[in-house]
Structures are given as C-alpha cells and as structure tokens.
C-alpha cells in the first residue's frame, strides 16, 4: 500500500517519460502496483476493514447492562466471562468507559435580588518577589451577585487579618455593604460543620459581620457551585489578567490590578447577564447598605515576650521596642499595612510591617535610654576613679563645679593621665595645683611634664686658659648716680 507522497513521485517520473519498469525499479515497488496507480488520475486512499474484537459479541449485553444499571467495568468483565468471553479486563475498562452515558449533576439557578448578596474567596497563582525573598501570591475577589461588579486586591497571606482588610476595602470600593455574603467553609468564616446543625461560625468574623451589618451564608459541604458567581470571578482574573502576566515584585500588582479591574473586568459585557457590571452596579449601589460610622479594629491580637535585645518577632523578621521593656510582656496588634505593639494600654511602638524574612527594623528613640544608662555608669565609674587619686580629689572635684566648668571632661582628661604617669605623680601634681590655685586638666598636665622634664646637673667649673686669666680687674661702681635720683625726689 502506497502513501500520497509515492503516488505524486509515480506520476512525476511518468510524465518525465520513464516507462513502468524504470520506475518500480527506482522505487522500488512491484510493477504491477506501479501500472495500477498509472491508470488512477486521482489518489484514493485504501479503506481498511475494521479489525474485529473478541469484545463484539458481547457489546449489546454491555449495553443493557450499563442502561439499567450504573454496574462499574469490573462487575461488567466478571458477568460477561460467565458468558464465554476470553479476552482480558482491560478491552473490557476501555469499552464502558467509552459508552457508559455521562452523568451531568442539575444545579438550580440562583438569582439574586439589587444588594442583596455578594459572594467572596481566595484564588493563589504562583510566588512573587517581595523584598529580598519569594512569598506565595494570594488575591482575594469580592463579586456582587446581582451586578457581577467585581472587587480585586492581591497579598501575600490569608490570615484573618487580610481576611477583614479585603473585606472593608471592598465595602468602600463599591460604597456599601450588601445584605448578606457566601463564603465558602474557610477556616477564617467557618470553624465546624456538623450533620444536623447550624455552622460554628469564627468569631472575629461573626463579630466583624455584625459589626458592618451582613449575615454570613456558608455553602454547603462540597457544593462550591452555589458560590459560582466567585469562582468564575477567580477563573477570569487568572485567565484574562494573570495569564502570561509578567511581576517584577508585589508592590506593583495591585495597582496594575486596580488598572485592569476598572477598564476591563467591570466594563466588559458579562457573559451571563449581556450587560456591563458597571452600568447594573448603577442599579445595585442604592440597594446596598450604608458604611458603619467607624471602622472595625482588624488588628490580629497576640501576646508575646520581647527579647534581651529589645526585639519581638513576626513571621521570622524582627522590631525593636523601648530597650526599658526587654523582657517585658507585650501585647502585639498585627495589621495587614502595620505593627503596634502595646504595654497594658499604653502603645510604645509602632512599625511598618515587611513582608520580606529575616530582617530586623530599629527605631532610632528606642536604645536611646539604654545608651544614656550606660553612659551614665560609666561616668559615675571614671568619677569613682578620679577621687581615688589623690585625698584631695574631691576638693579638686568641687573647685572644678565652683568655676562652672565641663566637670566630666576635666576629670576624664585628669583620670586619663593616671594612666601615664605614676601615682604618686600625679598625687604631687594635685598638691601643686592647690598651692598655684591651678584648676583644670590642662594645668595637672602641665605640672606633671614639666616635673617630668629631664634637666642636668651642673658639673664643676674647668679652666681651659693659663692662671692670669683669673686676674680680672672690676671698675669701682659710680653710685652718684643714686645721689642724683635722691634730690630729685626730694624737690
């Protein structure tokens, strides 16, 4: 059996004038097959009949099996090998599989009245570069099920705190808050289920629900078709917006999401209602409730012991606190943009929270008081040395205040001496200062160098000449002079 391509090469060589001989001998093919495609102007390709299976025979009792019951391929094999079949499980899996009718669930179409709903979940795509590290990507859809208006906003964590933020954020982008909101049984909504009974809801969310004025409605188990609205909200971010989508880091997501949420995704026509979100969200917006007058506290809640080094630490990065409350317990509100940390009532920090690991942030203020507690020992330490120099250090001490001089500077420069010079220099130099009322350290240097100051003794006098050079004749004074000076003074 020839192919297409060696059909065109038969016609080729023919039409160069070879005979059918020359051409099944350069392709070598048989010469009968090439004078039969000789007569053919037109490819035709060769039907092969269907191979016949050992399974045939017993197709139609498979079928009537599978229509009057769901029987699974093997309770199919073992019945029809009762009946004579040899063949092996597998044709037998292949077959109802392939002819076993498909079984599509019915779902009831749920409509929702203007205000009356929104449905809320968490979608992940990948990781990001957030800092210095890769953290998973998190986005968080909020989509009013009338409209199909649709809120989007990206984080790095699901914690019940981004939980709530997303939530009041969503609020004020559609400047209301509907009736009630579907979430699926997410720990941050829903604790427990129970057969039987009523949700165990969480109770920062319920707290926070009764607080902004919904009522939570959870799905049921395993019935995530009843949020579709969302869902198919998750599909189309990672479809249309994520897919392909290049991210540098984290902290330019949200705004090109914001971009892409108010010139596409609220503008296009909604493939269920043929019209824009935007335009039915006119519609929907006077429905929704109003705003509480004040926000909810979001802040996660956790106590915590600050270290020696006056740190406590979240999610492996670490924040000073006042170095008075190293050891201290501390109390830590965690919001999704900020730390606080508190004693009792009092707030004594606060800090920008990171989402990098690893890292340690310092406020400037808060060493500070240990900084001055170490200094002011070691000032007490240097005047402690100085009054043990001399017995009259304190007096020299007092001297120094009485003149209103830099008092921690003198003593620091006078206990660095007694580093030089002995001890019983730089006692006599105390003793010299008090006779010259010499008051500084500059004057107690003074005195010790230029006690210290190397001067030779004078040797005996040598002549060098011949002896009459000690004959040396001195003119009598003329004190008239003095005589003179006295009449003067008289007149």
């Known amino acids: 059996m020839i192919n297409y391509e060696l059909f065109c090469k038969i016609k080729s060589l023919k039409d160069k004038g070879l005979s059918g001989s020359k051409i099944a001998e350069e392709l070598g093919l048989d010469q009968r097959t090439v004078n039969k495609w000789f007569e053919t102007n037109q490819f035709n390709k060769r039907k092969s009949s269907p191979r016949k299976s050992k399974l045939d025979p017993f197709k139609h009792d498979i079928l009537r099996m599978l229509e009057t019951h769901p029987f699974s391929a093997t309770q199919v094999y073992q019945s029809i090998n009762e009946t004579g079949f040899e063949g092996g499980y597998t044709i037998v899996k292949e077959y109802v599989r392939k002819v076993r009718p498909r079984r599509t669930p019915a779902f009831l179409k749920l409509d929702f009245l203007p205000g009356e709903c929104a449905q809320v979940d968490w979608g992940s795509y990948g990781s990001v570069n957030v800092g210095g590290d890769r953290r998973r990507l998190s986005f968080f859809v909020m989509v009013l099920c009338y409209s199909r208006m649709m809120y989007l906003e990206f984080t790095v964590s699901q914690t019940m705190e981004h939980f709530l933020a997303c939530h009041q954020n969503s609020f004020n982008f559609f400047g209301g808050i509907p009736r009630k909101i579907m979430v699926d049984n997410l720990k941050s ?3 427990k289920r129970i057969v039987g009974k009523a949700p165990v809801f969480n109770p920062k969310y319920l707290d926070f629900a009764k607080h902004a004025g919904f009522t939570i409605t959870p799905c049921n188990p395993g019935k995530g078709n009843e949020k579709g609205r969302v869902e198919n909200g998750v599909g189309y971010v990672k479809k249309n917006f994520l897919a392909g989508l290049d991210i540098p880091d984290f902290c330019v997501i949200n705004t090109a ?7 596409i995704a609220n503008i296009r026509i909604h493939g269920e209602t ?5 335009e039915l969200f006119q519609e929907e917006k006077t429905q929704l409730q109003p705003l509480p007058s004040h926000p909810y506290d979001i802040a996660n809640i956790t106590q915590l ?9 979240l999610e492996t990065n670490r924040y000073s606190v006042p170095a008075e409350y190293a050891g201290a317990n501390l109390i830590l509100k965690s919001y999704p943009d900020r730390l606080c940390v508190y004693s009792a009532e009092k707030l004594i920090a606060r800090h920008n929270r990171s989402y990098d690991r690893n890292q340690d942030f310092e406020n400037p203020e808060h060493p500070k008081e240990l900084l001055n507690q170490r200094k002011k020992a070691k000032d007490r330490k240097i005047l402690m040395r100085f009054l043990t120099l001399s017995p009259k250090a304190l007096d020299y001490y007092r001297e120094l205040e009485n003149r209103r001089m830099n008092v921690k500077h003198h003593i620091r420069q006078i206990v660095a001496l007694s580093e030089i010079y002995s001890a019983d220099e730089v006692e006599r130099a105390f003793e010299d200062a008090f006779t010259f009322h010499a008051f500084s350290c500059e004057y107690i240097a003074n005195i010790l160098e230029q006690r210290n100051r190397f001067m030779p003794e004078p040797g005996a006098l040598h002549l060098t000449r011949s002896q009459d050079l000690l004959n040396l004749t001195i ?6 002079i003095y005589n003179t000076n006295t009449k003067k003074e008289t007149l």
């Open 189 to 191: 909504a829903v604790l």
């Open 257 to 263: 999401a914001g971009n892409w949420r108010d010139s």
């Open 274 to 278: 043929r019209k824009k979100p935007d």
């Open 305 to 313: 012991r600050a270290s020696s080094q006056f740190r406590i630490t």
């Open 475 to 480: 003119e009598k004074p003329d004190l008239s």
